[in-house]
């Protein structure tokens, strides 16, 4: 994807949503940000990893985009409400099982 310069910055307008996985006090608090695009729409990148072997262990072997800045892409989103959904779908079906221990990978 990078190879055609998705990822460029003059693509970003600097706007961006900070989106969590807030459900309650007892929820730990996770992060992303959603970088608003040219075209209005949003890519949504994480980096809040523990250490390096969580981030090795989910991204290191696949491909996908990762930047020192933004971390790694998640993916692209039209609204707030997608950007929340697609999030909080991936910190409970990849990130929590990770941290927990329920999902080897």
Same mark, same amino acid.
């Given at each position: 994807?990078?190879?055609?310069?998705?990822?460029?910055? %003059?693509? !970003?307008? $600097?706007?961006?949503?900070?989106? =969590?996985? !807030?459900?309650?006090?007892?929820?730990?608090?996770?992060?992303?940000?959603?970088?608003?695009?040219?075209?209005?729409?949003?890519?949504?990148?994480? =980096?809040?990893?523990?250490?390096?072997?969580?981030?090795?262990?989910?991204?290191?072997?696949?491909?996908?985009? &990762?930047?020192?800045?933004? $971390? %790694?892409?998640?993916?692209?989103?039209?609204?707030?409400?997608?950007?929340?959904?697609?999030?909080?779908?991936? %910190?409970?079906?990849?990130? &929590?099982? &990770?941290?927990? $221990?329920?999902?080897?990978?």
């Amino acid at each position: 994807m990078n190879d055609y310069g998705y990822f460029d910055n %003059v693509n !970003y307008t $600097g706007n961006h949503l900070h989106i =969590d996985n !807030y459900q309650n006090e007892f929820t730990p608090y996770i992060e992303a940000i959603a970088w608003e695009r040219q075209d209005k729409t949003m890519d949504i990148f994480f =980096d809040d990893f523990e250490n390096e072997k969580e981030f090795n262990t989910l991204f290191g072997a696949k491909e996908r985009y &990762y930047d020192d800045f933004m $971390g %790694v892409f998640l993916g692209n989103v039209k609204t707030d409400e997608q950007a929340y959904e697609m999030f909080r779908s991936w %910190v409970d079906t990849v990130l &929590y099982p &990770y941290r927990n $221990g329920t999902n080897k990978m």
